[in-house]
């Protein structure tokens, strides 16, 4: 028996005595032959089991275990999960309370969010640098500065070749003191994974997603120079700052396109071309920074990234930010929409909106709520008007009132953009009600 193994026996806390459970651990690995070591904050059982020939299984056969009773250790476990199948590695993490497990597919995410680099940082320094502080780094996605392309945003995606790695690399990035790249701390996070399409459905897209663009440039052009290849192929454009979705009349011209233009320059700026991704019509709500609050253009997803380090995805609404005396408020910096699986037994505590933090909120409107509650007003009114447009549509906007204010100054907000919506336009008079709000200083947070 090696000693790496006797040492991982030994290094595990637990309710039975200390012989006991190492006795059983020693049993284990001298009856299947798998080795086991302890090392970051986990034991490993295997990896590769004994005899195993050839590359470790592909991605898509981990699953993740939680709600492990903490006196439970492999030579209880094994035998449980033996029963499904032969295991490769077993990693043990002593960190699980003791109440109904659950059972989920292992979220096989290989790609780590790294924020506040320096903005004049090359990608090939920022993989130089990430090769030396972590192993298992196979590339490094760096995206232009919206405004200055010699700049990236202060962020980049690493991506690992496993999820193994990427998780070892996280715990060396995410220590006991903040990590410091160039000087700067850095911020360590899981990067948001892309969106899954089935193929079948990737088959019938004809959109483009074109990124990297100058923010100057206009709708028109791009058009122009997708047309450029066969005129008159391109149905519409819609940009939203330096991204824009381009829509074909056909599927083969989008493909045809997509192959031709990518790395081609617009106005000076080396552009990015895929086929964009479709989604859940009700879950690409987004709110833009020009204070326009709509659905997400057609629907579509592009590819993944952090808008200006705020931002995980293209799929993610980016946050509310308004400046109030000086401080960027109530908005949060960054909400989580992650979600976690809910077990019996899992106890549940009532609890007000108002007494949770700014950040748990995610939209104007319920800013606004917790804006006024805070300063003792009433809750915001809101008034739904309607009118019609050259093409027939509905158009929709609300009147903002908050009694608590009719005391000389403005008490009612009414932005000056209509929406096709109701839920975009009361997220739009929030907003607007918000950004007024900031300007007066006697309105404290």
């Not at 049993?27 to 195993?52: C, D, H, V």
């Not at 010699?150 to 990427?166: C, L, P, Q």
């Not at 617009?266 to 326009?292: C, M, R, Y």
């Not at 953009?417 to 929030?430: D, F, M, P, Q």
């Amino acid at each position: 028996m090696h000693e790496e193994n006797k040492a991982a026996a030994n290094g595990c806390h637990r309710t039975r005595s200390g012989t006991q459970t190492e006795a059983a651990l020693l049993a284990l690995m001298e009856k299947t032959g798998y080795s086991m070591i302890q090392e970051n904050g986990q034991r490993k059982f295997g990896g590769p089991p004994p005899g195993w020939e050839g590359p470790p299984p592909p991605r898509g056969c981990e699953v993740f275990v939680g709600k492990i009773p903490r006196d439970m250790y492999e030579d209880e476990l094994v035998p449980v999960f033996e029963r499904a199948g032969k295991i490769y590695e077993f990693r043990l993490m002593m960190e699980f309370s003791g109440k109904f497990i659950g059972v989920c597919v292992s979220l096989d995410n290989c790609k780590l969010f790294i924020g506040a680099i320096p903005k004049d940082r090359k990608k090939e320094e920022i993989l130089n640098e990430m090769k030396k502080v972590t192993e298992g780094v196979v590339d490094v996605i760096v995206y232009p500065n919206a405004t200055d392309k010699t700049k990236n945003r202060g962020f980049a995606f690493v991506e690992y070749e496993s999820h193994r790695a990427a998780a070892m690399a996280r715990r060396r990035l995410i220590p006991g003191k903040p990590f410091q790249l160039w000087g700067h701390t850095i911020q360590v996070d899981w990067a948001d994974p892309e969106k899954e399409v089935d193929e079948e459905t990737m088959q019938r897209v004809k959109v483009l997603y074109v990124r990297n663009l100058m923010i100057s440039t206009t709708e028109d052009t791009i058009k122009a120079e997708f047309n450029k290849l066969k005129p008159g192929v391109v149905e519409r454009v819609k940009k939203l700052r330096d991204y824009a979705f381009v829509h074909f009349f056909h599927r083969e011209d989008a493909v045809a396109a997509m192959s031709v233009m990518n790395g081609k320059c617009i106005d000076g700026a080396s552009i990015e071309v895929a086929l964009a991704k479709p989604v859940n019509k009700e879950s690409t709500w987004k709110q833009h920074f020009n204070g326009q609050i709509s659905p997400g253009p057609e629907h579509f997803l592009g590819f993944p990234t952090k808008e200006d380090g705020h931002q995980k995805s293209l799929g993610k609404r980016a946050s509310l930010s308004v400046r109030l005396n000086g401080q960027h408020s109530p908005g949060p910096p960054e909400v989580e929409r992650c979600t976690y699986p809910f077990f019996p037994g899992i106890k549940l505590t009532p609890v007000s909106m108002y007494s949770l933090k700014s950040s748990h909120f995610s939209s104007a409107a319920m800013h606004l709520d917790y804006f006024c509650n805070k300063n003792n007003w009433t809750p915001p009114e809101y008034y739904l008007y309607s009118t019609t447009s050259q093409d027939g549509k509905i158009l929709l906007v609300y009147k903002v009132l908050i009694p608590s204010i009719a005391d000389g100054s403005q008490s009612y907000f009414m932005p000056d953009k209509l929406c096709t919506t109701v839920e975009g336009a009361k997220e739009l008079a929030a907003q607007f009600t918000l950004l007024h709000l900031g300007k007066h200083k006697r309105f404290q947070l």
